[in-house]
C-alpha cells in the first residue's frame, strides 16, 4: 500500500478564528502502481485538501496519513522527525494552474530544477528534461524556450514534465484540463494515460468533468462536505439513483445511450465508455 488514511481530518483555521471542517474520517487506500482514479465532487468538497495530504503538503488535524511507510499525523511537522523531501519525490503533484510551478528562464532549466534539487547531476537531469518533454508529448525544442512564452496548454505539459523529471510512483494532477478546448482536453488525457500505461504510474485526476470520469477512470473517488461519499468504479457510480444530490452530471456517452435505445427501441446490454464502443455495441444489437 503506497497510501493509507485513517480516520483523517483537517480543519482551516480562519481570519475568525473559526475553524473551517474541509476534511472529516477519511479513510481511503491508494496503491503504488495500476491505479487510474479521478476524485471528483463539488467546489469546495475537500479534493485539493485530500491530495494535498497525499505529498503532506497538509498533515492532519486527526488520524494518520501512511504515505511509502511514513507515518504523517499533527505531530509530524512540529517534531521534524519525518523528513518530507522523500515522499515529495514519490507522490508527485500538479497544481491547477502551471504558473505556480514555473519560474526558471528556459523550459530545461525549470524541468532540471527538480531532479537537480534532490541530488541529480546535472547530466542526468538533462537526460530525464529530454525525455520527459516528449512523454509529454512536447519536441526538443522547447526546451530553450521560455515557459512564460507558452500557450496554456503547453505550460500545463512542461509543469507535469517537471514533476515527471523526479520520477514520481504516484501521479497527481489538480484540474489538469481546465480551460483547454476538446481537442487540447483529450489530447492531454492521452498523455495521462500513457503516463499510467507505459510508466506504469498511479494517476490520480481532479476533474469536474464527468466524461473523462466515465471514458477514463478505473475507480472513482467522490467527496462532499469533506466526506469521502463513494469509492468504486464508473460504472458503479453512474448507475446509482440519485447521483445528482451529489451535483454530478451524467457523462455525454450514458446520456447518448439511453437516447439512442429509446429511440430504436433497443437493448444494449454492455456499458460502453466511448462512443466508437456504443456504436460498435448498437451496431451488434442492430445488425440484419
Do not use: C
Amino acid at each position: 500500500m503506497a497510501i493509507k488514511f485513517e480516520r483523517v481530518s483537517y480543519q482551516y483555521q480562519g481570519h475568525d478564528e473559526k475553524a473551517y471542517l474541509a476534511l472529516s474520517d477519511i479513510n481511503v487506500n491508494i496503491e503504488k502502481t495500476g491505479e487510474f482514479i479521478t476524485l471528483i465532487g463539488e467546489t469546495g468538497s475537500g479534493k485539493t485538501t485530500l491530495v494535498q495530504h497525499m505529498n503532506a503538503l497538509l498533515q492532519p488535524s486527526e488520524g494518520r496519513v501512511h504515505i511509502f511507510g511514513l507515518k504523517i499525523d499533527r505531530n509530524t511537522k512540529k517534531e521534524g522527525k519525518v523528513k518530507l523531501n522523500p515522499i515529495r519525490k514519490k507522490v508527485g503533484l500538479v497544481f491547477q494552474f502551471p504558473e505556480y510551478q514555473l519560474f526558471e528562464e528556459t523550459v530545461e532549466k525549470d524541468i532540471m530544477f527538480g531532479p537537480k534539487n534532490f541530488g541529480i547531476s546535472q547530466k542526468k537531469a538533462l537526460e530525464l528534461a529530454k525525455r520527459m518533454i516528449k512523454v509529454v508529448g512536447l519536441d526538443e525544442s522547447y526546451l530553450s524556450r521560455s515557459p512564460f512564452n507558452l500557450s496554456g496548454g503547453e505550460k500545463k505539459r512542461v509543469s507535469i514534465a517537471g514533476i515527471l523529471a523526479m520520477e514520481p510512483d504516484i501521479l497527481i494532477l489538480d484540474e489538469p484540463t481546465s480551460g483547454l478546448d476538446p481537442i487540447g482536453r483529450n489530447a492531454l488525457l492521452k498523455v495521462f494515460y500513457d503516463i499510467h500505461k507505459t510508466l506504469n504510474k498511479t494517476v490520480i485526476i481532479i476533474t469536474h468533468d464527468m466524461n473523462t470520469v466515465y471514458e477514463y477512470a478505473k475507480r472513482v473517488l467522490v467527496m462532499r462536505e469533506g466526506v469521502l461519499v463513494f469509492d468504486g468504479s464508473p460504472l458503479a457510480l453512474f448507475s446509482r439513483k440519485n447521483i445528482e444530490n451529489w451535483n454530478l452530471d451524467i457523462p455525454d456517452i450514458v446520456k447518448l445511450k439511453t437516447a439512442l435505445s429509446e429511440k430504436f427501441n433497443i437493448n444494449i446490454e454492455d456499458s460502453p465508455r466511448s462512443r466508437e464502443a456504443l456504436f460498435k455495441s448498437i451496431k451488434a444489437v442492430i445488425k440484419p
